[in-house]
């Protein structure tokens, strides 16, 4: 499985790209064959592509190292993220058999599978940033443009949901679990 991992992370984020708009096309047809699947497969579009990128996430957690201290105390850089993704399935599950109950609503009429598809792109992009402008930055930017595009017209809460958003993960990464997340080439300076 690691060496499956170091393949992964030396794709160019490009292919991994490619493969997610791939699998989500896929999925859109593959979900509008079967009567219960096609009038929620918007919704089921949505936590695929969740899915996805949950799955991205924990392969690369095989390349981050451990250290034999935190080894022996039980918690290294790869226990948050792979607890995320149990999380994220065991909460999947659950959510795909909410999605696919007959008394569910049914996706509503206007395209926002294109929605649905743009803000799974606009996850890979925002990875793809990270080593850029880090980690932080990054997230605000997606988390910004996502309220905008969900339109959130509240300009307290566009300011202050990304901002407690990187605050949230800079306490709980870096000063709980001492897990440095990327500042990005731009921003290296900061740190040393």
């Known amino acids: 499985m690691a060496?499956?991992?170091?393949?992964l992370t030396s794709l160019s984020y490009w292919w991994i790209l490619l493969g997610f708009v791939a699998v989500m096309t896929g999925l859109y047809f593959l979900f509008g064959v079967w009567p219960r699947t096609k009038r929620v497969r918007?919704?089921?579009?949505?936590?695929?592509?969740?899915?996805?990128?949950?799955?991205?996430?924990?392969?690369?957690?095989?390349?981050?190292?451990?250290?034999?201290?935190?080894?022996?105390?039980?918690?290294?850089?790869?226990?948050?993220?792979?607890?995320?993704?149990?999380?994220?399935?065991l909460a999947s599950i659950g959510a795909f058999f909410a999605i696919i109950r007959e008394d569910n609503k049914p996706d509503e009429k206007f395209n926002r599978w294109v929605f649905a598809l743009l803000v799974g792109v606009g996850s890979i992009f925002s990875v793809i940033l990270f080593q850029y402008i880090g980690y932080y930055l990054s997230s605000a930017i997606f988390i910004f443009v996502?309220?905008?595009?969900?339109e959130e017209r509240n300009k307290l809460q566009l300011i202050l949901v990304p901002v407690v958003w990187c605050l949230?993960?800079?306490?709980?990464?870096?000063?709980?679990?001492?897990?440095?997340?990327?500042?990005?080439?731009?921003?290296?300076?900061?740190?040393?």
């Open 42 to 89: 918007v919704q089921l579009l949505c936590l695929f592509g969740m899915d996805y990128v949950t799955l991205l996430f924990y392969l690369l957690t095989f390349n981050l190292r451990v250290s034999k201290l935190a080894a022996e105390a039980g918690a290294t850089p790869r226990t948050m993220p792979r607890l995320w993704a149990l999380l994220m399935t």
């Open 168 to 192: 949230f993960t800079y306490f709980v990464f870096y000063k709980m679990l001492y897990i440095k997340l990327p500042f990005g080439t731009l921003f290296s300076w900061l740190i040393k």
């Open 146 to 150: 996502v309220m905008i595009a969900m």
């Open 3 to 7: 060496d499956f991992s170091k393949w």
